[in-house]
């Protein structure tokens, strides 16, 4: 633990053109300098803020966290997903998440799993840092409000990612721990209760909303936070604290109130909508979307890995790389609103046809119309198969990732080209869901979650129909779930929600599926389910990620272990 937050701050940090996160070309544009000290920081307006932009960032910690070694404010972007620690995807060359995935997860091997204790603390300490000694910087009230807002959302972004890894976590208050300091202290290593410490955050959310302009403008620029961001932050949490899993199961439904009115908070601001240029589109576009409520924006400065080249199908030199289960391609709806089932005949014979439209700006399937051809999976022969070129690359489960991906940029030679996407990490269609579970969970599929998730099904490019009326709280729930998983494929919600609805012990332990496509003489196609990846394995200590032995280690086993790791 001393090794990650109970060190000193950044004493030094790369000014304006090196603060790659939330910014566009035009912003952070001024060469940085070498190092500045802390005097420097706190004698200079201009450094202290850039200081502030630059918590978020999270230092890279690992191997393959960002080739510009920036990897963002979150994970995103970079090589394995998260979603590839669920029943959303594998990592085609697995990079130390098969084993995840197996059930092998421990302190000793935590794979990409590893980073949150130590990135976490170590920002909170920063961000502790600024607000203990903003005060001696020579700036307005006002434009001190603002920092003090902005650090008070950065830090309870991250012990967000603390409570929601973890479960109760050290609770760190405004201390700032020196080099020298006696951390034999057991308060330094003492968790608070996972509720508790959702409560402090939701706290200080609601004083960095009070703080925070309404929106980006000429002086705020994209990628920094908005009362928006610090609302919908909170919102989610709020869910967070109401579901099975913080609650131990129990059914509280003023927690379920309380998070419905968290994600109404939001939507009351009347800022933002879903967006209407497609579902593709929305993932690649930033001037005029509305959507997006916080995110990374790409900067020319801070080319993420391209991700055409590294989840591209092998037959156009890609990488493959987070490859579709066919657990998820199975739960997407007919065009019509029902089920998709290979006891239907019909279906099963052409199981890619006549699908819920975000299928196909989401998955690369055998015969997908892709770049200059179709998608050829099937064997023999197939170009995107493993008789086609690069076939070490070759999918594992029969599919290739298409959401995010930008076909205008090349696959070959991406370098300095490809790369461009926005990370989001919060938008709209996730609090109109967020509202719709925790209302319905309130008071029922009332009205108001009726139009949250319709709302979700009809937006321009996937207009699926509208649900059924007359369902039951128990059926909404189910719907409710199921559109999450497919709106919010990829954008790393599934491993937490199945966590958090305390369904992982079975969604986690169905084998990961894939498919084998077979093209017969006659050009005839059959399909057989195949495993993807062998052995997954869900154990009842993986609703929580282990600290780190390391972490423990060094507080001198002063620091419990979660449950399950010892």
Known sequence: MKSNYIIKPFMVIALIGSLLVGCKEDFLDIVPTDRVSDASILSDSTLFEAYVINRYLG???????????????????EYAFWSSLTDESIYNNDDNTWFIQQGQLSPENTGIAGTFWGRSYRSIRECNYALTNIGELDMSQSGKDRLIAEL?????????????????????????????????????YEKTDKQAVIEYVANELDAAAAGLPLANDGTWKEG???????????????????????????NDIQKWQTAANAAKAVMDLQQYNLYQGG????FLTSNSNEEIIFARYYNINARHTALEIANGPNGYDGWGGNVPLQNLVD?????DGTSFSWDNEEQASAPYENRDPRFYETILYNGAPYRDREVETFLPGGRDSQDGPS?????????????????????????????????????????LLNYAEAQNEAVGPDATVYDAINTVRSRTGVEMPALPTGLSQDEMRERIRHERRIELAFEEHRFYDVRRWLIADETENEPAYGITVTKAGDGSLTYERKIALEGKSFLDRHYWLPIPRAEILASDNQLDQNPGYN
């Open 59 to 77: 230092a890279r910690l690992t191997n393959k966290e960002g080739d510009a070694y920036q990897p963002g404010f979150g994970r995103g972007f």
């Open 391 to 431: 076939n070490w690359n070759t999918t594992k489960s029969g599919y290739y990732l298409r959401k995010f991906i930008n076909e205008e940029l090349p696959i070959r030679n991406p370098w300095e080209v490809a790369g461009t996407q926005n990370w989001i990490y919060f938008r709209y269609a996730e609090v």
């Open 331 to 335: 739960d997407y709806e007919m065009m």
């Open 279 to 282: 579902y593709s589109q929305l």
């Open 152 to 188: 008070k959302f950065i830090r309870a972004f991250r012990y967000h990612d603390l409570i929601r890894n973890y479960g109760d976590v050290v609770m760190m208050g405004d201390r700032v721990p020196e080099l020298g300091e006696d951390f034999t202290d057991p308060s330094f």
């Open 224 to 250: 920094r936070a908005t009362r928006g961001a610090a609302l919908a932050l909170k919102a989610r949490l709020l869910l967070y604290a109401a579901s099975p899993l913080y609650t131990n199961g129990s």
